[in-house]
């Protein structure tokens, strides 16, 4: 690319990111972090092919200015971790809403089609929970508790089991995004397949209510964390397919973290899907009315903390830089 295309590409987006640093423009510092690093992998590309030219010496100084208005006295804040749940992160989710409308879509036609196989093939079940377990659930239906295998162990063996497998769970459907969005989706589609086929099992034996009264308690997060961390691989994977306007590197990188950001966020949520299932759960004569009451709560949970509650804060956020004068 000639210097003069190269510089009209691209002089907006550096005279935007000068003011932005010179006069203290108060941004998202995801957005400053990534200006910076388009800036550096501009002045890498100008390094090789316009040595010694005005353009080069223009981006060494916007980048030697950036850098110590980044890094100058900084210092980190007591409540960092609080402000990464209560802040940071809400704001920085909700530009990837829409890969996560793409993780649900892949995980729901999944579960249909666990579904569908399950009413049309009565051994589809059994290729997918194996033998095992849908024998020794049947025999739960025969006398009377189709649930009993979530009774089984003690109360904290079960919560420190089920919320480390769950978020070894999480952490596979996020790392599965190395070999591209491809990966991540197997694992968004072949857990889909699983659910729709565990759920429509039930309902083949006349137990459909009782059964998911009590699923559905620990599995509204579980299974919604689940697709979640399927978004975080989604965001890596996509970020190799689709780099936009940086190296494939450097967006692989930048992939690599936003992903990791989305599933460290999902932690807290396993542990509580994980004490659920290990206090409550088991307890399959609770009143219906509570049992569809943790149920509630729990999905109005992940709704507002995932979708909502960024939303809030983005306009919240939006509405206060409109209105400030720099």
Same mark, same amino acid.
């Given at each position: 690319?000639?210097?003069?295309?190269?510089?009209?590409?691209?002089?907006?987006?550096?005279?935007?990111?000068?003011?932005?640093?010179?006069?203290?423009?108060?941004?998202?510092?995801?957005?400053?972090?990534?200006?910076?690093?388009?800036?550096?992998?501009?002045?890498?590309?100008?390094?090789?092919?316009?040595?010694?030219?005005?353009?080069?010496?223009?981006?060494?100084?916007?980048?030697? !200015?950036?850098?110590?208005?980044?890094?100058?006295?900084?210092?980190?804040?007591?409540?960092?971790?609080?402000?990464?749940?209560? #802040?940071?992160?809400?704001?920085?989710?909700?530009?990837?809403?829409?890969?996560?409308?793409?993780?649900?879509?892949?995980?729901?036609?999944?579960?249909? $089609?666990?579904?569908? @196989?399950?009413?049309?093939?009565?051994?589809?079940?059994?290729?997918?929970?194996?033998?095992?377990?849908?024998?020794?659930?049947?025999?739960? +239906?025969?006398?009377?508790?189709?649930?009993?295998?979530?009774?089984?162990? @003690?109360?904290?063996?079960?919560?420190?089991? +089920?919320?480390?497998?769950?978020?070894?769970?999480?952490?596979?459907?996020?790392?599965?995004?190395?070999?591209?969005?491809?990966? #991540?989706?197997?694992?968004?589609?072949?857990?889909?397949?699983?659910?729709?086929?565990?759920?429509?099992?039930?309902?083949?034996?006349?137990?459909?209510?009782?059964?998911?009264? !009590?699923?559905?308690?620990?599995? #509204?997060?579980? $299974?919604?964390?689940?697709?979640?961390?399927?978004?975080?691989?989604?965001?890596?994977?996509?970020?190799?397919?689709?780099?936009?306007?940086? @190296?494939?590197?450097?967006?692989?990188?930048?992939?690599?973290?936003?992903?990791?950001?989305?599933?460290?966020?999902? +932690?807290?949520?396993?542990?509580?899907?994980?004490?659920?299932?290990?206090?409550?759960?088991?307890?399959?004569?609770?009143?219906?009315?509570?049992?569809?009451?943790?149920?509630? @709560?729990?999905?109005?949970?992940?709704?507002?903390?995932?979708?909502?509650?960024? $939303?809030?804060?983005? !306009?919240?956020?939006?509405?206060?830089?409109?209105?400030? +004068?720099?």
């Amino acid at each position: 690319m000639r210097e003069a295309a190269f510089v009209k590409q691209n002089k907006e987006k550096w005279i935007a990111f000068e003011k932005a640093i010179n006069y203290n423009a108060h941004i998202n510092p995801d957005e400053l972090a990534n200006g910076y690093i388009q800036l550096t992998n501009d002045l890498a590309y100008a390094q090789t092919y316009y040595a010694e030219s005005k353009t080069l010496l223009y981006l060494n100084s916007l980048a030697s !200015q950036a850098h110590q208005k980044i890094y100058k006295n900084k210092k980190e804040n007591r409540n960092r971790i609080a402000d990464f749940w209560k #802040t940071e992160f809400p704001i920085f989710f909700r530009q990837y809403h829409k890969t996560l409308g793409i993780a649900f879509l892949i995980f729901i036609v999944a579960s249909a $089609i666990g579904s569908i @196989s399950v009413m049309n093939d009565d051994t589809f079940v059994r290729l997918i929970l194996g033998d095992a377990y849908v024998n020794e659930t049947l025999n739960n +239906i025969a006398s009377g508790d189709p649930t009993a295998i979530y009774k089984g162990g @003690s109360e904290i063996g079960t919560f420190l089991g +089920i919320t480390i497998n769950n978020i070894k769970v999480a952490f596979m459907a996020f790392s599965f995004g190395v070999i591209t969005s491809i990966g #991540t989706a197997y694992i968004l589609f072949s857990n889909g397949v699983m659910l729709g086929a565990f759920i429509t099992f039930f309902y083949t034996q006349d137990v459909f209510y009782q059964a998911n009264k !009590q699923i559905w308690l620990h599995g #509204t997060i579980e $299974i919604s964390v689940i697709i979640i961390a399927g978004c975080a691989g989604l965001i890596m994977g996509n970020s190799i397919l689709f780099p936009k306007t940086y @190296s494939r590197r450097v967006s692989f990188m930048k992939g690599a973290k936003d992903g990791l950001k989305v599933v460290v966020s999902t +932690i807290p949520f396993f542990i509580i899907a994980g004490f659920i299932e290990g206090f409550i759960t088991r307890y399959s004569n609770m009143p219906s009315w509570l049992a569809f009451l943790v149920i509630g @709560s729990s999905l109005v949970l992940i709704l507002f903390y995932y979708i909502i509650y960024p $939303i809030l804060l983005n !306009q919240s956020y939006a509405s206060r830089k409109s209105g400030k +004068i720099y």
